[in-house]
């Protein structure tokens, strides 16, 4: 990647320092808390699965049962979990079965810490050996089909809400060129407080993201991949309230790419914003333990928010996004920062800011598999219009070197994909793609013109923001709807129930794993300052 | 006084239209001619598949161009043209209105409810911004406008619109499949109705599959779909207003 754009150094540097600044305290914050789902993807890391009668899952059961019982979740479920097999005798998968049938792990006596301890190793090996063998998976396939996926990748979603359905669709997509497959979640996800559990044929809008799904999914697109000789991600939603137990699952099934940003919930799914950044947090870490690029949200900005008006919004938030994946130990090269091509059409040169904001962001991000989505907020019933913003956004996006090309539909207006649809996408993208090779080899841009005139702009508005940000605190700015023109209150939104402070017996065996495996400092007490900030890149210092 | 009709390609009449379907069976001369066979069988009198290409080892693309001699008489055509573009006023216009005839503040409730998170159409019509240059009703000096964004139970959207004392309550329902637009509007005029509050609130359902017909048939006071902008929605709300006041 060659610079182009002649940004200021300086100004990036001090974007990336305010950055720091601005989520430090929230990190001290989740530092000293955990929440249900922090604790039910723990379990499901150490072999809790399956559900009861009424579906209610294994590691629902649990923890409803802990926070019921004294003391409730502040020592985490770990220690009750391993504790309930060594009183039992059994394993995870049996355990499981009795805890369905009704079996209490908060009733049983504690035995001793040193045995609970040593239980809780050999789970946290078995679970995440289990990640580690699907990274590695995925490592050989990607050294063994190099080279032949495109560049960028080229994304498709599926949405049917029956996954054997949606399965037709995947595969047909990606025998058609795709490189990456997303099974958009049915709409009503995000806001259950559990992840449903068994192949499901029924939702809304997309799919429900269970286990069983991916493991579905995963075989099925392996089979493609083997076919075309070019590896398929598969890619899931990690966000709602149930952002670490996806993540848990998306680890264990080798899912690639997991959509994960740090406030979306917040802003768009009116989230509690202290549950949120814990729970991010936690996700973060299994998808970089996972191997797993994540895809932050910064696209929604701008189907709320003007495109033109509020890109230095979505510039902010990269640096606060990174900042935070930083924190969870996912290194430079698995932060999808997102971005979208939404500005108003009827803007005069409005593709030349388009092309700014996209080199801008590949110039200030160079290692960052960048995350680019198509234009839909001005999206119409003419499908023919639409075909061409959609060949106009893949000339931009190859021409600034973007990563992730999410392909645009022209009957993005209209309805869920047709076949034929994604079909059109791949051939247009090919298309222009192979025909606009070299572009942005060929091309410099003009001192004083408007594409260079114009990411400075929006880097120097972006490091202003940045700047009121850290005065005002991120809750605050979030409060007052700073991001998106979106108010959320800090004690607002769902979820702020199941936030728990960390008792001074907190334990959590697969965290610590997690840590030591990322090269993060150890989890601190409550209350302790001082946790180790990580180095410049998340490599640990 | 007839006003017969067809496809105009590049004759009058010559009944020209383009068509592009998938079909389930696999690219080759067979699926062609099947395509063909078709649209034949659709009542076109000739079809030219001009393209087809393979989706999958299953599926196949088609483009073709169809003639058809079926004309209609568009004099006879009567359309939904309840709040057709151009009939509405202008934002100022809108303003001036409600002073003049309601003459205090309009206070307008709006939401995406249900498990519906999509809030283009909402914001659309209610966000300061407004979309394509057309301001959103927090925009309008004589209205208040409240968002509640999405996903917000049609439980929420009744008690809030009792507390802030709402004229009208907008719900905008974009995802359609499996009728969860329907239920969700079908819930909420029951809610009301089983509170009395019926008659309390102008109500408006808005989407890019609704139409004022389907929302006049679950028991909306009007619905808005594709192309609606904030100043239609506003100048229903404040003729109904006057109408109500007038009724009373």
Same mark, same amino acid.
Not at chain 1, 377 to 381: A, E, L, N, P, T
Not at chain 1, 525 to 530: H, K
Not at chain 2, 9 to 15: E, K, L, N, P, S
């Given at each position: 990647m060659r610079e182009k754009l002649g940004l200021s150094k300086e100004q990036i540097a001090r974007a990336r320092e305010l950055a720091a600044a601005v989520t430090a305290p929230v990190l001290a914050f989740v530092a000293d808390h955990t929440s249900v789902t922090v604790e039910r993807a723990t379990l499901r890391l150490l072999g809790a699965d399956g559900a009861g009668a009424?579906?209610?899952?294994v590691p629902n059961l649990v923890v409803d049962q802990l926070r019921a019982a004294?003391?409730?979740?502040e020592s985490g479920a770990a220690e009750r979990y391993c504790n309930a097999l060594l009183r039992t005798g059994l394993g995870p998968a049996q355990l499981d079965e009795r805890i369905a049938a009704g079996y209490r792990v908060a009733d049983a006596p504690l035995a001793d810490a040193a045995a609970i301890r040593t239980v809780g190793a050999e789970l946290v090996e078995a679970g995440l050996g289990r990640v580690r063998r699907a990274r590695d998976r995925r490592q050989a396939k990607l050294e063994e089909f190099a080279?032949?996926?495109h560049e960028p990748l080229l994304y498709l979603i599926v949405a049917t809400g029956n996954i054997y359905e949606d399965v037709k669709q995947a595969q047909a997509a990606a025998l058609q060129g795709a490189d990456v497959v997303a099974v958009i979640r049915t709409?009503? &996800?995000?806001?259950?407080d559990y992840v449903p559990f068994g192949a499901t044929t029924e939702g809304f809008g997309g799919t429900y993201a269970t286990q069983e799904n991916f493991r579905i999914m995963r075989a099925a697109l392996d089979e493609v991949s083997e076919r075309e000789r070019r590896y398929i991600r598969l890619t899931n939603y990690c966000s709602g309230l149930c952002m670490p137990e996806i993540a848990a699952m998306g680890a264990l099934e080798r899912l690639d790419m997991m959509l994960n940003d740090s406030m979306y919930g917040i802003l $768009?799914?009116? +989230?509690?914003m202290y549950r949120t950044f814990v729970d991010q947090m936690f996700s973060r870490m299994i998808n970089a333990y996972a191997g797993i690029t994540i895809n932050t949200g910064e696209d929604n900005y701008l189907t709320t928010s003007d495109a033109f008006e509020k890109a230095y919004t979505v510039l902010a938030s990269q640096f606060l996004n990174e900042r935070f994946a930083f924190a969870a130990g996912l290194p430079a090269r698995r932060i999808g920062l997102g971005h979208a091509?939404?500005?108003?059409?009827? +803007?005069?040169?409005g593709l030349l800011y388009e092309l700014a904001q996209a080199q801008m962001a590949r110039e200030i991000f160079p290692e960052h598999p960048l995350k680019y989505m198509p234009p839909t907020? $001005?999206?119409?019933?003419d499908v023919f219009q639409g075909l061409v913003m959609d060949s106009m956004f893949n000339l931009v996006s190859k021409a600034s070197g973007q990563s992730i090309h999410l392909l645009g539909m022209l009957t993005e207006a209209i309805h869920t994909p047709f076949l034929m649809d994604r079909f059109l996408a791949v051939q247009t993208a090919k298309y222009v793609m192979s025909g606009w090779a070299a572009f942005s080899d060929e091309v410099e841009f003009r001192d004083g013109g408007i594409v260079k005139t114009r990411a400075a702009a929006v880097l120097a508005r972006t490091v202003a923001f940045l700047e009121e940000i850290r005065q005002l605190g991120l809750l605050d700015a979030i409060e007052r709807g700073l991001f998106a023109d979106v108010c959320r209150p800090?004690?607002?939104?769902?979820?702020? =129930?199941g936030l728990v402070a960390k008792g001074p017996a907190y334990w959590n065996p697969v965290e610590d794993a997690l840590r030591a495996g990322l090269g993060l400092a150890p989890a601190r007490?409550?209350? &302790?300052?001082?946790a180790r900030a990580p180095g410049p890149q998340g490599e640990a210092p | 006084m007839t006003h017969i009709v067809r496809p105009y390609? =590049?004759? &009058? =009449?010559?009944?020209k239209v383009q068509l592009s379907f998938t079909l389930p069976v696999p690219e080759g001369p067979r699926g062609r001619e099947a395509a063909r066979l078709m649209v034949l069988g659709w009542g076109f009198t000739e079809c030219e598949v001009v393209h087809s290409a393979a989706l999958s080892d299953d599926f196949s693309f088609y483009v073709a161009y169809a003639t058809t001699d079926r004309g209609l008489d568009v004099d006879q055509v009567t359309a =939904?043209?309840?709040?057709?573009?151009?009939a509405s006023l202008s934002m100022d216009e809108v303003d001036a209105f409600l002073g003049a005839h309601i003459g205090r503040k309009v206070v307008v409730v709006g939401a995406c409810t249900? $498990?519906?998170?999509?809030?283009v159409g909402i914001d659309a019509i209610m966000?300061?911004?407004?979309y394509n240059h057309r301001y959103g009703?927090?925009?309008?000096?004589m209205i208040q406008a409240h968002n509640l964004g999405a996903q917000v139970p049609n439980e929420r959207l009744i008690d809030y619109a009792e507390a802030v004392d709402a004229d009208a309550v907008l719900i905008s329902q974009v995802v359609t499949q499996k009728d969860v637009h329907v239920h969700n509007l079908t819930e909420f005029i029951e809610l009301l109705e089983a509170k009395g509050l019926r008659g309390r609130f102008v109500c408006v359902a808005g989407g890019p599959r609704i139409g004022n017909k389907l929302a006049l048939e679950l028991g909306f006071d009007a619905g808005f779909g594709r192309g609606t902008y904030a100043n239609d929605v506003a100048t229903f709300i404040a003729r109904k207003l006057v109408e109500k006041a007038a009724a009373v």
């Open positions: 009424d579906g209610v899952p004294p003391g409730g979740l080279g032949r996926n709409t009503a &996800q995000s806001l259950l $768009f799914r009116d +989230i509690n091509m939404e500005m108003d059409p009827a +803007i005069p040169n907020k $001005f999206k119409s019933g800090k004690d607002g939104g769902k979820g702020l =129930d007490g409550p209350g &302790q300052a001082g | 390609g =590049d004759t &009058q =009449d010559d009944g =939904d043209e309840g709040h057709a573009p151009g249900g $498990f519906d998170a999509h809030t966000n300061m911004k407004g009703l927090e925009r309008y000096r």
